[in-house]
């Protein structure tokens, strides 16, 4: 049974950090493209970060230089480290994983993150 649990969500000021973890279980890790999307109230899913098993990255415009994902193949965790958090960056932050060879796309039902004074 495939699970992606995310965890770390919670209310934060702006200015702060959060960092977020998933914990993948049910499939073949390293076989995936891991990302974090999310999406706030009354508008679509959007993608944040992916990361492939080489450690290449891509980044939405809106996170770059702010936000920094990373993998631990060992440990089959994704991490999302956040900075500089904005208001604009509440939303439910979803993990993703994307296995190429396959097609099949896996989600974790998301964590929330409210970035309020």
């Known amino acids: 049974q495939v699970q992606l649990a995310e965890s770390g969500g919670g209310l934060v000021q702006p200015g702060g950090s959060l960092r977020l973890s998933c914990a993948a279980s049910?499939?073949?890790?390293?076989?995936?493209?891991m990302g974090w999307y999310r999406q706030a109230p009354g508008k679509e899913r959007e993608l944040v970060a992916t990361i492939k098993n080489s450690g290449t990255t891509n980044y939405a415009g809106s996170v770059k230089g702010r936000f920094t994902i990373s993998r631990d193949n060992d440990k089959n965790a994704v991490f999302l480290e956040m900075n500089s958090l904005k208001t604009e960056d509440t939303a439910v932050y979803y993990c993703?994983?994307?296995?190429?060879?396959?097609?099949?796309?896996?989600w974790g039902k998301g964590t929330l993150v409210t970035v309020s004074s």
């Open positions: 049910g499939i073949i890790f390293r076989a995936n493209v």
């Open positions: 993703n994983g994307n296995n190429p060879y396959s097609g099949v796309n896996y």
